[in-house]
C-alpha cells in the first residue's frame, strides 16, 4: 500500500506492508533534493512520484495499491502518480 499524504508544508509517501506491519520504503519533500522552491506544490509532487518510483522498482516491487486517505484523484496527488507510473510502478 502506497500511503499519499500531504501536510501544510510538506509531502510525504510511505510503501507499508500490511501483512508484517513494516514501512519499506518512504519519501518526502523534507529530504535534500527540495531544498530549492516550494515542497508542497505540483512540481515537489512530480519529483517525490519519480522519486519514490525508482526506490521501490530497486526493491523489486512493481504494483502497488494507492491509498489516497480521502483526498481527490487532483492536483498534487495525480501529478504524484503521473511520475510514478512513468517510472514503472502499477497502480
Excluded: P
Amino acid at each position: 500500500r502506497l500511503v499519499f499524504n500531504r501536510s501544510n508544508r510538506f509531502l510525504a509517501v510511505q510503501l507499508i506492508d500490511d501483512v508484517k506491519g513494516v514501512t519499506l520504503c518512504q519519501a518526502s519533500t523534507m529530504e535534500e533534493g527540495f531544498k530549492s522552491g516550494s515542497r508542497k506544490n505540483k512540481e515537489a509532487a512530480k519529483k517525490l512520484g519519480a522519486l519514490v518510483a525508482e526506490r521501490i522498482v530497486k526493491l523489486g516491487i512493481k504494483q502497488v495499491v494507492l491509498d489516497r486517505r480521502g483526498l481527490l484523484y487532483h492536483g498534487r496527488l495525480a501529478e504524484f502518480a503521473d511520475a510514478a507510473r512513468e517510472k514503472g510502478l502499477e497502480f
